[in-house]
């Protein structure tokens, strides 16, 4: 029987509240009832529930390009008050935009023996999509779900969901 993997990306609170340090707009918090049904449902299914999670040291070089977010150790690194990881699920930092640079990520779906994923999270455009490249590269079936991510940029957004569909070859679940 096929094993699902829910991949749910840097819901921190960073991103995600308004007093965070890069916080991706309205259409970022309009996600958090879904993504938490969401995971709910999936854990109901048996999946692996794998959190995603921005991490930086204070002097990351990706501040050269974002103002710094997601320091390690400060609350903005946190998930959002809305999700809680239970006991048998993942919870992975990751330094860089896809969750597979310089993580554990491929160990533990070969450990769960996932065999096809599901992704919702922000930001569309960056790290779901990024996370999504090196899913398909591995050849994972990836699907993402549309009504679970959302971006700072809508135009991006747009983007990165055509790309994920046409040229990764990911599923949009609507």
Known sequence: MAKKGLIVVDMLKDFIEEKGAL???DECRKIIPFVVDTIEDMRNEGAAIIFLGDCHDKDDKEFALFP???????EGAELIDDLKVVPGEYYIKKRRYSGFYDTD???VLASERVDHVYLAGV?????VMET???LRNRDYPTFVFRR?????DQEAHNFALERMERILGATILD
């Open 23 to 25: 916080f991706c707009g």
């Open 68 to 74: 710094p977010h997601c320091i390690v150790d400060t």
């Open 105 to 107: 990520l491929d160990e």
């Open 123 to 127: 930001c569309t455009s960056i790290c």
């Open 132 to 134: 999504v490249a090196d």
């Open 148 to 152: 679970g991510v959302a971006d700072f």
